[in-house]
């Protein structure tokens, strides 16, 4: 990262690197693309651990039982010389703070920015998941964030059973008409509705233009945050240098 002299702000212009921990293939390339967008200058690192979610959905979604393995992948991502580490997954997102601990390099959790911007937009607040493991979390952070800032804010959580598991398994369009009915009903009962997991963006393009605009989703707000938490780290870097 370097200064432009003339105007004074800062751009990401050197070689990145972005570690990001999955608990699922599906992540992997929309992030990736995200970014490419973002940080053309990013190489990314991927680290995916698909058996982690159905432990999860075994044990009743206990992170307990996943946290070291967890922290052994933010290890290796700091090994491997990363410069931020994006945590991909909401259901695991607790794990975030014991990553924070355990290496230098930031960790952003992939739900943060997302739920600061819902908190920030409404009082009435839909969460959508298809997966409860997940639910839990987000709305666990949801209702933190609201209490911190005072708003008042009530949710409207629901889970589209089975449209995980089929999306898993191929099938898009019938995880696609398993989830749109759910989210046209909160669009419409809500004043925002915070998508629980990545892979629910995709049925968007289904709903009309004016229910689109209520929905968040955390994959680009997330990559948007590591943007940011980059350009913190490399303004500060230039501040040390300036001082010598």
């Not at 070291?68 to 290890?75: C, E, F, P, V």
């Not at 870097?237 to 010598?244: A, H, L, V």
């Given at each position: 990262?370097?200064?432009?002299?003339?105007?004074?702000?800062?751009?990401?212009?050197?070689?990145?690197?972005?570690?990001?921990?999955?608990?699922?293939?599906?992540?992997?390339?929309?992030?990736?693309?995200?970014?490419?967008?973002?940080?053309?200058?990013?190489?990314?690192?991927?680290?995916?651990?698909?058996?982690?979610?159905?432990?999860?959905?075994?044990?009743?979604?206990?992170?307990?039982e996943?946290?070291?393995?967890?922290?052994?992948?933010?290890?290796?991502?700091?090994?491997?010389?990363?410069?931020?580490?994006?945590?991909?997954?909401s259901?695991?997102?607790?794990?975030?703070?014991?990553?924070?601990?355990?290496?230098?390099?930031?960790?952003?959790?992939?739900?943060?920015?997302?739920?600061?911007?819902?908190?920030?937009?409404?009082?009435?607040?839909?969460?959508?998941?298809?997966?409860?493991?997940?639910?839990?979390?987000?709305?666990?952070?949801?209702?933190?964030?609201?209490?911190?800032?005072?708003?008042?804010?009530?949710?409207?959580?629901?889970?589209?059973?089975?449209?995980?598991?089929?999306?898993?398994?191929?099938?898009?369009?019938?995880?696609?008409?398993?989830?749109?009915?759910?989210?046209?009903?909160?669009?419409?009962?809500?004043?925002?509705?915070v998508?629980a997991?990545?892979?629910?963006?995709?049925?968007?393009?289904?709903?009309?233009?004016?229910?689109?605009?209520?929905?968040?989703?955390?994959?680009?707000?997330?990559?948007?945050?590591?943007?940011?938490?980059?350009?913190?780290?490399?303004?500060r870097?230039?501040?040390?240098?300036?001082?010598?």
């Open positions: 990262m370097t200064r432009d002299r003339l105007s004074g702000k800062r751009k990401i212009d050197d070689k990145v690197t972005v570690a990001v921990i999955h608990t699922s293939p599906l992540t992997v390339d929309p992030i990736k693309a995200l970014v490419a967008e973002l940080l053309p200058a990013a190489d990314v690192i991927n680290f995916v651990d698909d058996s982690i979610l159905p432990q999860l959905a075994r044990n009743g979604g206990d992170v307990s996943v946290e070291q393995r967890l922290l052994s992948y933010a290890g290796f991502a700091a090994q491997v010389g990363a410069d931020v580490i994006l945590n991909a997954c259901s695991v997102g607790e794990v975030v703070a014991a990553m924070r601990e355990k290496v230098s390099v930031p960790v952003v959790r992939i739900d943060d920015a997302m739920t600061d911007e819902a908190i920030r937009r409404g009082t009435r607040i839909g969460v959508a998941a298809t997966r409860q493991t997940t639910l839990a979390p987000t709305l666990a952070m949801l209702r933190r964030k609201a209490e911190a800032a005072g708003t008042g804010a009530v949710f409207d959580a629901r889970v589209a059973n089975d449209a995980f598991d089929l999306l898993a398994a191929g099938d898009r369009e019938g995880h696609d008409r398993a989830l749109a009915e759910m989210l046209d009903e909160l669009a419409a009962a809500n004043d925002i509705v998508l997991q990545a892979s629910m963006a995709r049925v968007l393009p289904s709903l009309t233009e004016e229910k689109r605009d209520k929905f968040l989703s955390s994959p680009r707000l997330a990559v948007e945050r590591v943007a940011r938490v980059l350009d913190d780290a490399g303004s870097r230039t501040e040390e240098r300036d001082q010598w």
